[in-house]
T-cell receptor
Framework: DTEVTQTPKHLVMGMTNKKSLKCEQH?????MYWYKQKAKKPPELMFV???????INESVPSRFSPECPNSSLLNLHLHALQPEDSALYLC???????????????FGPGTRLTVL | GENVEQHPSTLSVQEGDSAVIKCTYS??????FPWYKQELGKRPQLIID?????GEKKDQRIAVTLNKTAKHFSLHITETQPEDSAVYFC????????????FGKGTLLTVNP
């Protein structure tokens, strides 16, 4: 399996809702990432997990809560979001080490989130 | 931290022509430079990448060149086709990080039939 999958494809939520985004990969990658992408902008890194531990948090507001239950799964829990949080949320994965195997990040298809 | 600038922001070419997109980076320790293609509503897909120990890499109609001294790298697409129309992002990974890619702002390439 050479793909990163994400569910759901689309999500509409109110500002008081709690929802979760899910990401899965079976490429044996031990680094997993959450990115946020606004229209006509590049992906913006939010979180990085390596060996199921949080390695990087790019000063993301606490209304976004990541979780890595095992080496294949990555979740992003959402609570009390704002309309400006509406965006495409991309998951990615890679090998850990730098070099020919470690550098390449593979992206999932994303979840299109709309906050009303 | 790393800063990546990408030019042009939009590029329109006729089918069959060549297209060139250029990026500059600020961190001399950066050692990995991927290019991603993103079609409307789709995921970013890696199309080619280059490491700092290589000056040029080619894959069919796509090539990337790297000038470490000047800290810039370029994407070259020859014999463009309408299906090459997309947003292209360059990125750089600092040697100090195993994970963080810094992206350029993107180039919208339109290939006119």
């Amino acid at each position: 399996d050479t793909e990163v999958t994400q569910t759901p494809k689309h999500l509409v939520m109110g500002m008081t809702n709690k929802k979760s985004l899910k990401c899965e990969q079976h490429m044996g990658h031990r680094a997993m990432y959450w990115y946020k992408q606004k229209a006509k902008k590049p992906p913006e890194l939010m979180f990085v997990y390596s060996y199921e531990k949080l390695s990087i948090n790019e000063s993301v507001p606490s209304r976004f809560s990541p979780e890595c239950p095992n080496s294949s799964l990555l979740n992003l829990h959402l609570h009390a979001l704002q309309p400006e949080d509406s965006a495409l949320y991309l998951c990615a994965s890679s090998h850990i080490t730098s070099g020919p195997r470690g550098d390449t990040q593979y992206f999932g298809p994303g979840t299109r989130l709309t906050v009303l | 931290g790393e800063n990546v600038e990408q030019h042009p922001s939009t590029l329109s070419v006729q089918e069959g022509d060549s297209a060139v997109i250029k990026c500059t980076y600020s961190d001399s320790a950066s050692n990995y430079f991927p290019w991603y293609k993103q079609e409307l509503g789709k995921r970013p897909q890696l199309i080619i990448d280059i490491r700092s120990n290589v000056g040029e890499k080619k894959d069919q109609r796509i090539a990337v060149t790297l000038n470490k001294t000047a800290k810039h790298f370029s994407l070259h697409i020859t014999e463009t086709q309408p299906e090459d129309s997309a947003v292209y992002f360059c990125a750089a990974k600092s040697g100090g990080s195993n994970y963080k890619l810094t992206f350029g702002k993107g180039t919208l390439l339109t290939v006119n039939p």
